[in-house]
């Protein structure tokens, strides 16, 4: 009998030992797959920032290089980064649309649908935060 009780411990050494090499096998296949995915992630981050750009520039309603020419008409700048310019487009789009907001709620007041000169130069004389913009329009 201690003979075969010595032949089960070792069967059950040889099943245990298969079943932590199988475990080993399956971390390794595992951890393997977690860094395949993880490249392909940053696979496609790198493939959507490209995509990222072009949609920051189809958020700019304004011409970049229109943008561009009118900033490197200041003799004080000499150059303008990228990102400088699409900050600067983004800003003038967001004064743009705050005027028309504005102007268009004067004309509604008046109880027209038209804009006029008229009303833009009624804000920029009433409304304090457009007061550097007194006498602008005057021709």
Known sequence: MAGSEGMEVESEQQM??????EEAVR?????????????????????????????????????LSR??????????????SQEAVVTLTKAAELFISAVSKDASYKTLQAKRKTLLRKD??????????????EGTMES
């Open 67 to 80: 943008i561009k020419t009118i900033i490197k008409m200041d003799p004080d700048v000499s150059l303008a």
């Open 120 to 133: 833009l130069e009624h804000i920029f004389d009433t409304r304090e935060c457009y007061a550097f913009l």
């Open 27 to 63: 971390q390794d296949s595992e951890q393997t797959e977690s860094q395949q995915e993880e490249e392909t992630e940053q696979q496609q981050e790198k493939e959507n920032q490209p995509q990222a750009a072009e949609q920051n520039d189809r958020l700019l309603k304004l011409p």
């Open 16 to 21: 245990t030992g298969t079943t932590e090499n």
